[in-house]
């Protein structure tokens, strides 16, 4: 019952009623003025696992809405929002909102097309400090319910000229999870992070040297094909492509940074301007 209560309540976070849907949207339930739509329920529901039953779900978040709604108009008749500890914390949320909006804007703001000298530049700048501090792994990687769907890729990537390239369209049509392959594929990863839960295959990979012929492993319920295409020891500076989605990522942040303390800054400098600020 908890586990219902949980996932109808995280549904909920996302839904609010209307006041006047539009004539093309159809609503689900109402409550005097407000409406739940169907779109709003929908996309709700599309989050739901494949396993849940949706129109159980579905009864649940209508009834739950309709409760919510009735106590937030009940609330609003005895007009609770004039007591002084209710107008207290709406001011302070109201605060919050406002301040986390015109941050979110400062931060916008500052978004721009990060180039690759933008890129290289920070590399160089700091390649020194982004040496590995444990081994990193380089690897392809596959999981399927068919041991014969692995060998069949075993096969294709042996005869393969570009290796690289067709391991990408191999995980589109053998994986059962393309985005992880993917990205174990794409990128450098710490050997000690990698399948911590699988104890057979977290062997295998501290077994397997760099350049080996694919494996396949059994598992509990699937196949698990696995190549060691390269091996970083602690201390390796990586190169530029490894690290570059990171480098991107961290130059977003300083971008973001810098532009919050010139506005902040300059808000302060008009403010001491109109001797709006005091210290004592």
């Known amino acids: 019952m908890r586990i219902w209560l949980g996932i109808i309540t995280l549904l909920l976070i996302s839904i609010t009623g209307c006041q006047r849907p539009d004539s093309s949207d159809e609503f689900v339930a109402r409550v005097g003025d407000a409406y739940?739509?169907?779109?709003?329920?929908?996309?709700?529901?599309?989050n739901l696992a494949s396993n849940l039953d949706t129109m159980q779900v579905r009864g649940q978040i209508i009834d739950q809405w309709i409760?919510?709604?009735?106590?937030?108009?009940?609330?609003?008749?005895?007009?609770?929002?004039?007591?002084?500890?209710?107008?207290r914390r709406l001011d302070e949320s109201a605060r919050t909102v406002l301040?986390?909006?015109?941050?979110?804007?400062y931060h916008m703001q500052a978004d721009r097309e990060i180039t690759p000298v933008d890129v290289a530049t920070y590399y160089e700048n700091n390649r020194e400090q982004m040496r590995f501090l444990e081994p990193f792994v380089h690897i392809r990687y596959l999981s399927n319910s068919s041991q014969d769907s692995l060998e069949l890729a075993r096969q294709l990537l042996d005869r393969a000229a570009n290796?690289?390239?067709?391991?990408?369209?191999?995980?589109?049509?053998?994986?059962n999870s393309p985005a992880d392959a993917l990205e174990m594929n794409l990128n450098y990863l710490p050997?000690?992070?990698?399948?911590?839960?699988?104890?057979?295959?977290s062997d295998l990979l501290r077994n397997t040297e760099a350049g080996q012929p694919p494996q396949i492993l059994q598992g509990d319920s699937l196949y698990h094909f696995l190549q060691v295409i390269a091996r970083n020891p602690a201390g390796t500076i990586p190169e530029l492509p490894w690290v570059e989605t990171f480098i991107r990522e961290q130059l977003t942040i300083r971008f973001r940074k810098q532009n919050y303390?010139?506005?902040?800054?300059h808000l302060r400098v008009e403010a001491e301007f109109r001797e709006d600020i005091e210290i004592r």
């Open 67 to 87: 409760d919510i709604e009735l106590l937030y108009q009940e609330a609003l008749r005895l007009r609770l929002s004039n007591r002084e500890d209710i107008r």
């Open 191 to 201: 050997e000690t992070r990698l399948f911590i839960d699988q104890f057979a295959l």
């Open 99 to 105: 301040i986390e909006g015109l941050i979110s804007d």
């Open 261 to 265: 303390t010139r506005s902040v800054q």
């Open 36 to 46: 739940l739509l169907q779109s709003d329920l929908d996309a709700s529901l599309a």
């Open 163 to 175: 290796p690289d390239s067709i391991f990408v369209t191999l995980i589109e049509r053998f994986s």
